[in-house]
């Protein structure tokens, strides 16, 4: 995965092309907990990006860019406060 990206880019292209382009394996998640809002985590060079199941499509948009963002070291204005975004290393 070497896709330059920035944050323009990462806020405004279509998030299916997104995920085509830096070739993140999309995976709905089985998790019902209202409190989650998606995972992203490095699988070998791939990474893989967990959808909360029954999120709202723009609400899932917004959290997906955002944990992109992070997990891509991307600039971005902080999510809102409700979202806690915790980065586990193993």
């Given at each position: 995965m070497s896709v330059a990206m920035s944050p323009a880019r990462?806020?405004?292209?279509?998030l299916p092309?997104?995920?085509a382009d830096l070739?993140?394996?999309l995976v709905e998640s089985?998790?019902?907990?209202e409190s989650f809002f998606g995972a992203?985590?490095?699988l070998e060079e791939r990474l893989v990006l967990v959808a909360p199941s029954g999120c709202p499509?723009?609400?899932w948009?917004?959290?997906?860019r955002g944990l992109l963002g992070q997990a891509l070291g991307v600039?971005?204005?902080a999510l809102p406060s409700s979202v806690a975004a915790v980065e586990v290393v193993s």
């Open positions: 990462l806020l405004s292209a279509p092309d997104l995920l070739e993140v394996q089985g998790i019902a907990d992203v985590f490095r499509t723009d609400e948009d917004v959290l997906a600039s971005l204005p």
